[in-house]
Structure formats: C-alpha cells, structure tokens
C-alpha cells in the first residue's frame, strides 16, 4: 500500500542512548515532517524537509538531529535521549495540503 | 508563535446526537484542515478548506472556513460508535506547514 512507513514501532532508550526513527513514503512527496505527540498536547513540529537537500527546525527541534537521505527518507536522530523526549512520533510528507502521516513510533525513554 | 485554540477538549455524547467542535486563532490561515486519529495510528485527512467562507461536506461531516481565515468548525451529525477518536483541526501557513490544534476527544456510548 502507498504511503508512510515509520520503524520501529516501539522503542525503550535508556538516558544517554542514541537512536535514529526511519520514515520512508512512496508517494513522490518533496516535502517530509517530524511531529512529536504528547498527551495534551496535539502535534508539535520537530524538523521538516521543503525538498531533498534541506532541512529546517520546526517548533521543539532541541535535542534532536534529521537527515534528508533522499527524496523517499528522512530520519530523526537522537543523539542523547532524555526522559522529556519521552513521546509519539509521526512522519509525514505533503503534495500540497495533502498530508500523509505515518502510523507512529511509540518512543520511551528511562 | 501561531496557536491554535481547539475545544472542547473531549466530549462523551450518545449513539445518534450530532457532534460540533471548533477551532479559533489570532492568526489568519490561508487553509483548514480537520483530522481524526484513532488509537495506534496517525492523522488521516477528514476535510481540507481552502477558501474563507466554504463549506464543505464528507458524507455525515461539514466544516467550515471562517470569514476572518481566523477560525474553523467541524461538524459531525448522527454520530455512531466509530466516530470515537481524536479530531485536529490544523492550520495552514504561508509556508505550507500545518499548526494544528490540541485536539478534541470523542467518545460515543452506544
């Protein structure tokens, strides 16, 4: 089926451990988004891609890195995880207001 | 930053009564969209404005794009037991990123 894939779909990090979230969609998409969820809280933007090549923060982008690795995949990195990044994760990709959202990553840390 | 104001935040209603829930903003937003999330999976695109005043339908489900660009309404009439689930409304910038609202969650007893 077209769309988003997101893996893994759960994930426990101790403090201090690194991780990278993959997103992949098949859509042709240019543009590609990092959305956290936490309760309360709707969707927060974390990173977005316009178009293969760039990268741009969105509203909480501390404590987290991305790589557009090609038209298809943007990753979300953590380098240090912190007990506070503790959240669901959401990529998506947009032809114009069409978003797609992946069906998440269920992240904790502790 | 642009917000967006999102109520009721949650709503228990019996099988049959129809369902109102809105968003308002200080900013004006060049397009509306309305978003149902159920549990384990991602946003999916119930509706998208794109023009102040429109109304638009999607079988039992009407929003509306207000008049100022600075507000939206979903309605949802005869509710059924698989309505439950969050609704987002988010807004679109000039940039093409969506703000989306806290959301409202919708319970139904049958």
């Known amino acids: 089926n077209a769309g988003v894939t997101q893996t893994p779909k759960f994930q426990v990090l101790k403090t201090g451990q690194s991780m990278t979230l993959q997103c992949a969609q098949d859509?042709?998409?240019?543009?590609m988004y990092w959305y956290r969820q936490d309760p309360g809280m709707g969707l927060r933007l974390i990173y977005y891609?316009?178009?293969?090549?760039?990268?741009d923060k969105g509203e909480v982008p501390n404590g987290y890195n991305v790589s557009r690795l090609n038209k298809r995949e943007f990753s979300l990195r953590l380098e240090s995880a912190a007990p506070s990044q503790t959240s669901v994760y959401f990529c998506?990709?947009?032809?114009?207001?069409?978003?797609?959202f992946g069906s998440g990553t269920r992240l904790t840390v502790v | 930053g642009q917000q967006l104001n999102q109520s009721p935040q949650s709503m228990f209603i019996q099988e049959g009564e129809d369902v109102s829930m809105n968003c308002t903003s200080s900013?004006?937003?060049?397009?509306w969209l309305w978003y149902k999330q159920e549990p384990g999976e991602g946003p999916v695109l119930l509706i998208a404005?794109?023009?102040?005043?429109e109304l638009t339908s999607n079988g039992r489900l009407t929003a509306q794009f207000g008049i100022t660009r600075k507000d939206s309404f979903l309605n949802i009439s005869a509710s059924i037991p698989s309505d439950v689930g969050i609704y987002f409304c988010?807004?679109?910038?000039?940039?093409?990123?969506?703000?989306f609202g806290k959301g409202t969650k919708l319970s139904v007893k049958p």
């Open positions: 998506a990709s947009r032809q114009q207001w069409g978003y797609t």
């Open positions: 859509m042709n998409h240019n543009s």
């Open positions: 891609s316009a178009s293969e090549g760039t990268t």
């Open positions: 900013s004006i937003f060049n397009t």
């Open positions: 404005l794109y023009k102040a005043g």
């Open positions: 988010a807004g679109g910038g000039s940039q093409g990123n969506l703000i």
